[in-house]
């Protein structure tokens, strides 16, 4: 899949982006373990016009990751426009436009998943953003909000010039419950002239090629990296030896070089207790990692558990 001067590989495989997941540090694991490109949290537009601080942190990024895209989201053309413009985006390969996103708070701001039930919207969206840059654009979406309308939006943001798209093969109702359908991947697929990137329930080889059977030009993994960033390396088959607790130490340092350990104490939990969701542990091990108060003790806690079993 090469789009213009950026090369994704045959069918590559892509992490998601995941609000409050996808930071510089898990994208930077990811990349090392494979992964053909990273995606940033989803970036507000208008955030980053009037309050760049803020959006500041979203936007960092190592030398580890291959292909960088950025997520932006955001209902007004002109803010999109300026997004893929400004000075902190300059270092990535291609621009998203979240399309897909349920989170309540983004849609009733007509953001994100809203889009699906605006098409006249949407296309002016990815029209402006496509007139501002020269990197390749892509378009994140659902099954549907109000109805499942995925081929009408699919086939309107290919109209409007967006160069990929990325499928989430749920309804926006669905939320991350239910199974992903990949009848719906495929037949999208066959809608479209430009590469579809299929998204949902790969967590092994076997959900991998039940994906690309639908005949996607890439897949996308979320949820099944999170606390397992080799995984990447397990689907494309690549014999890599994983010291889980280094990765998640790696992940950690990474952090501590942007952020403070105030701040970081209390995000890290949810990653700690990923990583050790295959542990056969204690409610009181697990206990001790979601609440974080000293990184190093967890980590130790961690190393001490990864070697038990």
């Known amino acids: ?168 093969a749920r309804t926006v109702e669905q939320g991350y419950s239910g199974k992903a359908d990949y009848e719906a991947i495929a037949t999208l697929k066959s809608k479209l002239s430009i590469p579809v990137v299929g998204n949902g329930d790969v967590v092994d080889k076997q959900s991998l090629e039940r994906l690309r059977q639908t005949g996607v030009d890439g897949v996308m993994i979320g949820r099944g990296a999170q606390g397992k960033p080799w995984i990447f390396a397990e689907l494309k088959g690549i014999e890599t030896k994983v010291d889980k607790y280094e990765v998640v130490k790696k992940h950690i340092e990474i952090l501590r070089e942007y952020f403070d350990e105030n701040w970081l104490k209390l995000y890290i939990r949810k990653h700690l207790l990923w990583y050790a969701k295959d542990l056969p542990t204690t409610s009181q091990i697990r206990l001790k990692l979601a609440t974080c108060d000293d990184i190093d003790l967890c980590l130790e806690l961690l190393k001490s558990e990864f070697e038990k079993y």
Not at 86 to 109: H, R, T
Not at 112 to 135: E, F, H, R, Y
């Open 1 to 168: 899949m090469k789009i213009r001067e950026v090369d994704f590989g045959e069918n590559p495989i892509m992490l998601a982006p995941m609000a409050g997941v996808s930071d510089v540090g898990f994208r930077a694991v990811c990349s090392s373990f494979g992964a053909d490109a990273t995606v940033t949290e989803m970036l507000s537009a208008r955030a980053m016009q009037h309050n760049p601080k803020k959006t500041e942190f979203l936007t960092l990024s190592t030398e580890f990751e291959k292909i960088k895209i950025a997520q932006i989201f955001g209902h007004e053309p002109d803010y999109m426009q300026k997004a893929v413009k400004n000075p902190l985006l300059e270092k990535y390969d291609s621009f998203d436009i979240n399309m897909g996103c349920p989170a309540p708070k983004i849609v009733k701001n007509g953001e994100g998943s809203a889009l699906m039930d605006n098409l006249p919207l949407a296309s002016k969206i990815i029209a402006a953003v496509k007139q501002s840059t020269t990197k390749p654009v892509s378009v994140k979406f659902r099954k549907g909000k109000s109805t499942e309308n995925f081929v009408e939006f699919g086939r309107m943001c290919q109209e409007a010039g967006a160069d990929f798209v990325t499928f989430h």
